[in-house]
């Protein structure tokens, strides 16, 4: 058998929903690459090693068949990888802290630190490390102290690669970026790392799409470009509460300003709030960054922009209360979908999450489905007190309900029947739309009284 050489070894400290599709399209894009995943959970990995991967992305399974095996592998032997590797990403979690100075608002950094000193320990020769994980500005600066202090003599050059896939579209997102950024010191060393990863990239990605820039810019625009978009969905969704008391209506509203090419029509759909690992936690910690470089009016309006979706949950719920006759006890409540956005099962700050605790607050009983994402609502939910359950099938979700709540996007929620569904629902029959994607003209007719988000609501009474 011929021992396949490879001109570059890439490893990726981490395997989670970034790391593996990530390192997944890097393969299939690089044969002449070898990449190798690692991470410390034995599981996660075994899952990356099956077709049962351990995260649901459309079209990833494909992405990694072609590669897995060929120059694509899984471990859990992360010094080996460590050690073998020219070109080392590291794509640990870096959540909000919860304890100490800055919980609640600050990145923690202890994954984060610990693969640091890993990479010390384990290394015997020159590498770049790739900071892919979402990090405070100037983590670099740290990074390289911790590592540059090996007393090995060897040389750890620190770039920032930040990702900016969307979950759900992942791969999509990785095969045809918007753009790649790749930020490095602009030294010698600086300046030749920063060849290799725009190398790599161009394997596959468009070279004017690939920008670099000093890695301090490209840490900071990762935290800028989420708030930024978090930002646009605060704004519609305030905008939502202002049409519910003036029946203007927020889908009109946002069209008409999208179509001004200076605000642009993506992610402008009022929902009933934003959810996922990343928005809450990167604003939290570019306010915590803002105030410690004391600059508070900042602070204050970026963390609005999370104030505004606090009250857009509490708002939802609320609404849903008030239309039922201001009590819920004992009452059946469908919950459709628990997924923080279509097309994952990740419920990570998923606004269900919200929404049911504060229905089971109110004594409602609680039934949730989701096509992907009642293992992780099972874990979300564990230990909540009150009445609640779980079902596959939405038509047993909302049996003897006296009102559904939508609160994912699912493409499968626009096509049920919905005249079977009325038939087997308490009367008056409510569905509360909190993703504004059902038609509810329709359904008025039918006989529901429906809710939408930011729009006048259809009832019979
Ligand atoms: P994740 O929790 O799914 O995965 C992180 C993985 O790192 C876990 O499997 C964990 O076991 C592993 N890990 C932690 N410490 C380790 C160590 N010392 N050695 C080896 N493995 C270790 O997280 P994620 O969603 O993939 O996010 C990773 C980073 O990417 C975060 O900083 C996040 O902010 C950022 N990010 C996430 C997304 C997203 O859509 N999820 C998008 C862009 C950026
Ligand atoms: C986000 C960023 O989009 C991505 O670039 C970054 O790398 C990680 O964080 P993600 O959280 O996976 O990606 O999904 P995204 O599509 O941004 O949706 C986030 C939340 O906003 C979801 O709950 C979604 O339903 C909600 N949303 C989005 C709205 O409520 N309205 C919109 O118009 C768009």
Known sequence: MVKQTFKKHVTCIGAGYVGGPTMAVIAAKCPDVKVTVVDINAARIAAWESDDLP??????????????????????DVDAAIRSADILFVSVNTPTKTFGEGAGKAADLQYWEKTARNIVKASASDKIIVEKSTLPVRTAHAMERILNANGKGIHFEVASNPEFLAEGSAVKDLLNPDRVLIGTQETKTGLAARKDLVDLYAHWVDRKNIITSNVWSAELSKL??????????SSINSMSAFCEKTEADVSEVGYAIGKDNRIGARFLHASVGFGGSCFKKDILNLVYLCERYGLWEVAQYWEYVIRINEYQMTRFVQNMIQAMFNTIAKKRIAILGFAFKANTGDTRESPAI???KKLLEEQA????????????????????????EFASDPYAAVKGAHAIAVCTEWEEYKHLEFKRILKSMEKPAFIFDGRNILDHVRLFEMGFNVFPVGKRPLTHY
């Open 55 to 76: 995260i649901f992305e459309p079209g990833l399974l494909d992405v990694v068949k072609k590669a897995r095996g060929r120059n694509l592998f899984f471990s859990t």
């Open 224 to 233: 800028a470009a989420n708030a930024f978009l978090a930002q646009r969905i």
């Open 354 to 356: 919200y929404v049911t």
């Open 365 to 388: 009983h609680v039934i949730i489905t989701d096509p992907k994402a009642i293992a992780n609502a099972k874990i979300d939910l564990a230990g909540c007190k009150g009445t609640f």
